[in-house]
């Protein structure tokens, strides 16, 4: 099964996490399946930003967030990842 999950990257003291699509038995700094965003508790506010095609792309294909990642969605404003413009 897969789980949309947060990815520590940050130093010690210095927490930095990246929002991440990854096998549900994979550990949690281990192999992912792709990136689709980033969230930083330490600015004031914190800043989270996602890539919501991605995201509703990967629930509608059976991925589940975790409570945490749901939890950081419902409450705060996201900014949504620039996009390459579409090709006319």
Request: glycine share 6%; charged share 25%.
């Given at each position: 099964m897969l789980v949309i999950r947060l ?65 950081l969605i419902d409450r705060m404003p ?8 579409a090709a006319s």
């Amino acid at each position: 099964m897969l789980v949309i999950r947060l990815r520590s990257a940050g130093s010690k003291n210095r927490p930095f996490y990246r929002v991440v699509v990854t096998e549900g038995k994979s550990a949690r700094d281990g192999r992912f399946v792709e990136v689709v965003g980033h969230y930083n508790p330490r600015t004031k506010p914190e800043t989270l930003v996602l890539d919501k095609d991605r995201v509703a792309h990967w629930i509608k294909s059976g991925a589940q967030p975790s409570d945490t990642v749901r939890t950081l969605i419902d409450r705060m404003p996201v900014a949504v990842a620039a996009e390459a413009p579409a090709a006319s």
